[in-house]
């Protein structure tokens, strides 16, 4: 296994008086696309947006390239380098494509020093954002907008993307396209959790599987082992991969 990017160790985490994840234990190896997987209310977004500093760990500890970031700031931790795309993709409506994607360059003061060639990279996996470049990103339709959303987290070099359920309800042309997307990604040094429900995209993506449940990690593996194992499959998430979609 490649030397780990990403480490939690024992992470509670509270919401209220809800006690969401109850010790989770997570190693996400650094260049790799790991996949969390759970059943719905299994604790999966919790875990994402723990990492991302949007809901701190009441116990435990978060520690990212050799750094600590337990109780760190969202803003800071995504200096560090870590992107989150959420399921509701966290867009601005009211402004353009353009827009969206100047707020999120960090490293330029004026929308026209974007890096141009990283621009025409990005449009190459998602075209429509070239052909909606100045058109209000709330008149997109919802796969142009999780295309501008993942467009957003990756408009500069990220070392870990955290993305949720990239695919809810995406047509099978976009979904392709969501796939080369992250193929090519997965060669950039850039490290991905992603969760996902679609297990016939996921299974030709991961290169390694965690399954939560009812907040407590339990399973770890290669997605190779996952895929291949409907015993185990039936026996973590309560049916056979294959035959949910």
């Known amino acids: 296994m490649s030397e780990a990017l990403l480490t ?6 509270h919401i209220g008086q809800y006690h969401i994840l109850q010790g989770i234990d997570l190693v996400v190896p ?3 696309l790991m996949v969390l997987l759970g059943r719905n209310g299994a604790g999966k977004t919790t875990t994402l947006r723990t990492i991302m500093g949007l809901w701190h760990a009441s116990q435990g500890t978060v520690n990212f390239a050799g750094r600590d970031i337990t109780h760190s700031a969202t803003p800071d931790i995504s200096c560090a380098g870590i992107a989150y795309v959420p399921e ?30 990283r621009l025409e990279w990005i449009f190459g996996f998602f075209p429509a954002l070239r052909k909606f ?42 979904v392709r396209s969501l796939i080369d ?36 990690m339990v399973h770890t593996g290669t997605m190779a082992e996952l895929s291949g194992d409907m015993d185990l499959q039936q026996k973590l998430l309560g049916l056979a991969l294959e035959h949910q979609y």
């Open 8 to 13: 939690l160790k024992g992470v509670h985490t």
């Open 133 to 174: 470049w100045g058109q209000p990103a709330g008149t997109l339709s919802g796969g142009q907008k999780q295309m501008l959303a993942i467009a957003r987290a990756i408009v500069e070099p990220r070392k870990l993307l955290l993305v949720d359920e990239p695919t809810k309800g995406l047509a099978p042309a976009i």
């Open 88 to 117: 509701n993709m966290g867009i601005f409506a009211d402004l353009t494509v353009r827009e969206n994607l100047f707020l999120a360059a960090r490293n330029v003061k004026k929308a026209g020093e974007m890096d141009t060639a």
């Open 181 to 216: 997307a992250f193929l090519e990604l997965k060669t950039t040094e850039t490290t991905i959790l992603l969760v996902e429900q679609n297990f016939n995209f996921v299974k030709s993506l991961g290169d390694s599987v965690a399954v939560i449940d009812d907040g407590r």
């Open 30 to 32: 650094k260049n790799g």
